[in-house]
């Protein structure tokens, strides 16, 4: 978590309303890809009761990261053929994910190409702060871009822009 969360993480609404609740102190997650379309997420998580992982313990979980993602490209290495044939039963077929670029989920809404890039890393749980740094811009001209973004779409919470991103998805 503390390598893959944005920056604030912890001070953030879905840490408060939603991870809290499930009693987590920290997950440490091992990312596999197992093909190009594939991707095995093997999570190590820690209750609250038994406090975080020690330096010790993260250190030792990295030296171990090649043993654990060729065990897991050993154990898992048909998966691609699972998923293929369980799709067939119904008749589906699995194909690459279509999530469309930024600009075509924001380009029919008036965005600018800068403003619909900022507002992609909003929703990835970027501050204000890490998306200038991102993008080598002042906290200030992100922070001006975010107004800006949010009286073209006539909205002010960063829920309304998540579900004004959903909704717009499919065009």
């Not at 999530?99 to 924001?106: E, I």
Request: aromatic content about 8%; charged content about 25%; proline content about 3%.
């Amino acid at each position: 978590m503390r390598e893959l969360a944005p920056d604030r993480f912890f001070s953030s609404e879905y840490y408060r309303t939603y991870y809290v609740q499930t009693g987590l102190a920290e997950e440490i997650g091992f990312f596999v890809p197992i093909s190009d379309q594939i991707t095995v997420v093997l999570s190590l998580m820690r209750r609250e009761a038994t406090g975080t992982f020690s330096a010790a313990e993260f250190a030792l979980l990295k030296k171990a990261e090649p043993l654990v993602a060729a065990l897991v490209r050993h154990h898992w290495a048909d998966l691609g053929r699972r998923f293929d044939a369980a799709l067939a039963k119904t008749g589906r077929s699995r194909r690459k994910a279509s999530h469309p670029p930024a600009d075509g989920v924001w380009q029919h809404l008036n965005l600018t190409e800068r403003e619909a890039a900022i507002i992609e890393l909003v929703l990835q749980g970027h501050s204000s702060e890490s998306i200038g740094l991102k993008l080598g811009i002042s906290t200030g001209t992100v922070k001006v871009h975010r107004r800006n973004v949010y009286r073209k779409l006539g909205i002010s919470s960063q829920t309304q822009l998540l579900s004004l991103y959903i909704k717009n998805l499919g065009h």
